[in-house]
């Protein structure tokens, strides 16, 4: 179990976009931006299995449409895991939509998508994810928006066996991100960037018994929702979801899949 904050420098290595991507104020800040020629990305140094991992973002301001803000944890190869942020980009005055999904040994198809309650480009939000042996939630500024449970006693697979790295990136994706790729990115808009600070992460970095008899991984290792955080994902997927897998029949006509069926 280890605790990680706030380095830049200490913590992620700049991956790619030919000095595009730039750690600023002695670690504490970083900065992707995009232009016509290339975006650019970064990754953490560590793995993680199992977490508790806050990351604070500006996302790019004004018209953003057709760009992509990608944030997610994910392990390598075809039967890869992976937990996805994803921040669609729109035309001034539009909302940006915030992508959500889930893939557990290479398969994904659970997305479900929110506008958000605030605009995301303003200011810093905080954007978290809980990762432990019972479920994953998804959370904005403290509230939780998603949960996926283990319900690997249903035959539904969860990751907790594949370390995962942390990985962003801000790319041009303008033949899908916008209105399905009717709106495409204006580069006399370009360089378009967002920004990154206060990352935190109480995490486990190597196998999970370890960290489980660790006192110290404290109780984000055992936390779940309690009935206050279960109003609160009602009230945000009531209010502002505006995709959910297991509502679309027309995409599944052989059935949902299994979990969306499991209170």
Same mark, same amino acid.
């Not at 970083?30 to 020629?37: A, G, I, Q, R, Y």
């Not at 916008?178 to 006399?188: A, C, Q």
């Given at each position: 179990m280890a605790a990680f904050s706030g380095n830049f420098n200490q913590d992620f290595d700049i991956t790619w976009g030919d000095g595009r991507a730039k750690i600023l104020n002695d670690g504490k /800040? #970083?900065?992707?931006? /995009?232009?016509?020629?290339? !975006?650019?990305?970064?990754?953490?140094?560590?793995?993680? /299995?199992?977490?508790?991992?806050?990351?604070?973002?500006? #996302?790019?301001? !004004?018209?953003?449409? !057709?760009?992509?803000?990608?944030y997610y944890f994910s392990s390598l190869g075809s039967n890869h895991d992976e937990i996805d942020f994803e921040f669609l980009g729109n035309l001034s005055g539009d909302p940006y939509i915030l992508h959500t999904n889930v893939f557990t040994q290479g398969k994904g198809d659970r997305e479900q998508q929110f506008y958000l309650w605030f605009d995301p480009t303003k200011d810093y939000h905080t954007y978290s994810i809980l990762w432990n042996p019972q479920s994953i939630i998804f959370s904005v500024d403290g509230t939780p928006i998603r949960?996926?449970?283990?319900?690997?006693?249903?035959?539904?697979?969860?990751?907790?066996?594949?370390?995962?790295?942390?990985?962003?990136?801000?790319?041009?994706?303008?033949?899908?991100?916008?209105? !399905?790729? #009717?709106?495409?990115?204006?580069?006399?808009?370009?360089?378009? *960037?967002?920004?990154?600070?206060?990352?935190?992460? /109480?995490?486990?970095? *190597?196998?999970?018994?370890?960290?489980?008899k660790n006192s110290s991984a404290g109780?984000?290792?055992?936390?779940?929702?309690?009935?206050?955080?279960?109003?609160?994902?009602?009230?945000?997927?009531?209010?502002y979801m505006i995709y959910n897998y297991c509502t679309d029949s027309k995409r599944f006509p052989q059935g949902l899949p299994t979990e969306c069926s499991i209170a």
């Open positions: /800040l #970083l900065t992707l931006s /995009l232009d016509k020629t290339s !975006g650019s990305g970064f990754r953490s140094k560590n793995q993680y /299995l199992f977490g508790k991992i806050d990351m604070q973002i500006k #996302l790019v301001p !004004g018209n953003s449409a !057709g760009t992509v803000t990608a949960q996926f449970k283990n319900l690997e006693s249903k035959g539904i697979a969860y990751p907790k066996n594949q370390p995962m790295w942390i990985f962003s990136s801000l790319w041009d994706a303008d033949d899908w991100a916008t209105r !399905g790729g #009717l709106v495409k990115t204006d580069w006399s808009q370009a360089p378009f *960037t967002a920004s990154y600070t206060n990352f935190n992460a /109480l995490a486990c970095t *190597t196998a999970s018994d370890s960290c489980s109780s984000w290792f055992s936390q779940s929702l309690d009935s206050t955080g279960e109003e609160r994902i009602k009230w945000v997927q009531k209010n």
